[in-house]
């Protein structure tokens, strides 16, 4: 005997061949949609966040270019200090000499006797107000009515 053929179709075979209808487009075009507008809202929430660290990381860099700027002048400021102060000190010693035989005081401006100090004036007197009198109001004539 011959053997015999299944003729039967599985299941997996048969959910393969199913035909798609304007429904299943329908939902599968809603499904797309879903997906989509939800990657799209992840997107701009991640590019949201990326540019949020740039702002982030570019106000750090500030603050530290600012920071290393303050400590690179204090450093300047503290060598540059005493050598100022150095070289006065020698322009006065060597001025000094000079200013005596002119005459001058510090400021570079001939010494004078100091005079006593002013006396502060006094304060003015008050002048008396002159008092006006109170206007009266006229007397108004009655007027006579018409008869």
Do not use: C
């Not at 060598?79 to 000190?89: A, C, L, M, N």
């Not at 004078?112 to 002013?118: F, G, I, L």
């Not at 502060?120 to 109001?137: D, E, N």
């Amino acid at each position: 005997m011959a053997a015999m053929k299944n003729n039967k179709i599985s299941r997996q075979h048969t959910a393969a061949v199913v035909q798609p209808t304007a429904r299943h487009l329908w939902l599968a075009s809603l499904g797309a949609l879903v997906a989509v507008r939800r990657e799209s809202k992840a997107a701009v929430q991640r590019a949201s966040s990326k540019v949020e660290n740039a702002v982030a990381d570019a106000r750090y860099a500030l603050r530290r270019a600012e920071a290393d700027l303050r400590a690179n002048v204090h450093d300047v400021r503290s060598q540059v200090e005493p050598k100022v102060q150095k070289f006065s000190s020698d322009v006065e010693a060597r001025l000094a000499p000079i200013v005596d035989k002119l005459g001058l005081d510090k400021f570079g401006v001939k010494a004078k006797a100091k005079r006593a100090p002013r006396k502060g004036s006094k304060p003015a007197t008050k002048k008396p107000t002159l008092r006006r009198a109170t206007r009266k109001p006229a007397k108004r004539a009655a007027r006579k009515a018409a008869s």
